[in-house]
């Protein structure tokens, strides 16, 4: 078995105070005994604005928020899931939402652009269009690591069976879901969804979330969580307090359910997994 960990945050408009949290926070994870991490969507960098995140955008391969994962991964000697950062895309009034892999020796080993975008009305009072800023990705991804196979989800994703089904039929054990859910999305939906995605797939999911009151008076849910494959919470927050929750991946345990219960054999119905 192999410890791994979610880490919630509250993050601001300040690059550098996000940076020096999250340090904080990996390195807990790592003196817990976690070989991999992972960060909460935008926790380097939320606005008070969805367009905010143009005007930091860092170009891929450079830039503060992509040096600090890397020094990060190197110092703790963790695999880190970097939430998402905004990189420069191809227009020049948008960014991708980038989630980032980094390995133990600091190097970007996978790249997930964020697919589905929260465009969305929660309420009267309350509404989001994440595509004004950001250009949707349109590749999935899976990255073996020390853990297991793991595949790469942000957010919004998770309202989308089959992106993750198609993750379970390249191989993924392990799904990492930063996100930063709203609390009425939260309240209603966060649990159930992370929930039915592991175990529709007999994945383990990590959930790592945004918790508090943002710039721009946004409020986002916490309430991180780790699902076995199961279907079972094994680890999580009961509150919006930034922190770290650790549980243990034990692959025997995946594999033994999938081989009792072989739903990828038995798929009649297959999704594409190229967009």
Partial sequence: MTTVAAIQMCSSEVIDENLQIAGKLLAEAAKQGAKLAVLPENFAFIGQTENDKIRVKEPIGQGKIQSFLAEQAQKNKLWIVGGTIPLASQNDHRVNAACLVFDDQGKNVARYDKMHLFDVVVSDN????????????????????????????????????????????????????????????????????????????????????????HAGNRKTYGHSMIIDPWGTVIARKEDTVPGVICADIDLNKLHLIRQRMPVKEHQRILFQDKF
Avoid: K, M
């Fill in 126 to 213: 309350e509404r989001y269009q994440e595509s004004a800023s950001v250009e949707p990705g349109n590749q999935l991804v899976v990255v073996d690591t020390p853990v297991g196979r793991l595949g790469l989800g942000i957010c919004y994703d998770i309202r989308f069976p089959e992106l993750f089904r198609c993750l379970f039929n390249q191989g993924a054990e392990i799904i990492a879901l930063p996100a930063a859910f709203t609390v009425t999305t939260g309240e209603a939906h966060w649990e159930l969804l992370t929930r039915s995605r592991a175990v529709e797939n007999f994945c383990y999911v990590i959930g790592a979330c945004e918790g508090g009151t």
